[in-house]
């Protein structure tokens, strides 16, 4: 059982490492911006958790089929830890640790609300059809987070995040190339 509840996570370990590596060469490569970079990397993530989260609703009894689904959907988690959580660092360096508490208090609201909407459904109604509107659920809940991500994310450095040093060299560098 200890191995059955690792595997998805061992998966996502490695997705991660997989395709840290193979943005980081696309990136340093210039292939595409850090925006869309990091856009492609949150949907793909996205899809794939979410596909996947549907289809365990439709695996009925097949508890192998199950386990499959649920461990190739937190795989895919591991795409979007290369994207929408890494680009913190991307928008302000100075400020990533600051912005990941703030996302990840947004993103624990799920943690405590989800027990809730999993009793009022399943309350008295322990069906195949009520765990398919709850997986059904939490893929629309990512697919709207990453609808969100993709409207509002910029992956350029934000002007709030320079210091005051890295502000008066730019002047100084303008100051010069200009004169």
Not at 24 to 35: G, V
Request: glycine residues 10%.
């Amino acid at each position: 059982n200890g191995l059955i509840f690792a595997l998805p996570y061992l998966a996502q370990f490695f997705v991660t490492i997989i395709v840290g590596t193979i943005v980081d060469r696309i990136r340093l490569r210039k292939l595409l911006s850090i925006t869309v970079l990091r856009k492609v990397q949150t949907i793909v993530g996205t899809v794939g958790t979410c596909s996947f989260l549907i289809a365990i609703g439709y695996m009925g009894c097949n508890h192998i089929g199950a386990v499959i689904c649920c461990i190739l959907a937190v795989a895919f988690l591991g795409v979007q830890t290369c994207g929408a959580i890494i680009s913190h660092l991307d928008v302000a360096s100075n400020h990533a640790g600051t912005l990941v508490g703030f996302t990840n208090t947004v993103a624990t609201i799920p943690g405590f609300i989800g027990p809730l909407v999993v009793g009022a459904l399943t309350d008295k109604n322990q069906t195949i059809e009520a765990w398919r509107h709850i997986f059904n659920i939490a893929a629309g809940i990512g697919a709207f987070g990453c609808i969100f991500y993709c409207i509002f994310f910029n992956g350029e450095e934000q002007p709030w995040n320079r210091t005051y040093e890295s502000i008066d060299q730019d002047e100084t560098t303008a100051t010069t190339t200009n004169a």
